[in-house]
């Protein structure tokens, strides 16, 4: 599976993005589907997943209530909403797929390149 991360940018505090991850050589319908983030200097961190059998999503304690993760299987496409941007959300995005528990990194297989999405305060 190959995964196309993209939609970062440059946005202030208080802004919106929305990341998309499209995905080709399999199906996302198939996978768990999650997005990372990573802070220069800092670990690759879970943020949210939707998962391939009855779409429970998931979110870090710090992006409840303002991110959204959707999947759209006619797109094969993962987005990731992101609402009420803060300056601690600087971080490159990856979105990633596998089969595991949501929120652990190791439990992934696939990964996309990433995308740099920058809140400016």
């Known amino acids: 599976v190959q995964l196309q991360a993209s939609g970062g940018g440059l946005v202030q505090t208080g802004g919106s993005l929305r990341l998309s991850c499209a995905a080709s050589?399999?199906?996302?319908?198939?996978?768990?589907m999650g997005w990372f983030r990573q802070a220069p200097g800092k670990e690759r961190d879970f943020v949210a997943a939707i998962t391939w059998s009855d779409t429970s999503t998931y979110y870090a304690d710090s992006v409840k209530g303002r991110f959204t993760i959707s999947r759209d299987n006619a797109k094969n496409t993962v987005y990731l909403q992101m609402n009420s941007l803060k300056p601690e959300d600087t971080a490159v995005y990856y979105c990633a797929a596998g089969a595991g528990w949501v929120r652990q990194r190791s439990d992934y297989d696939y990964w996309g390149q990433g995308t740099l999405v920058t809140v400016s305060s």
């Open positions: 050589g399999g199906t996302v319908s198939n996978y768990n």
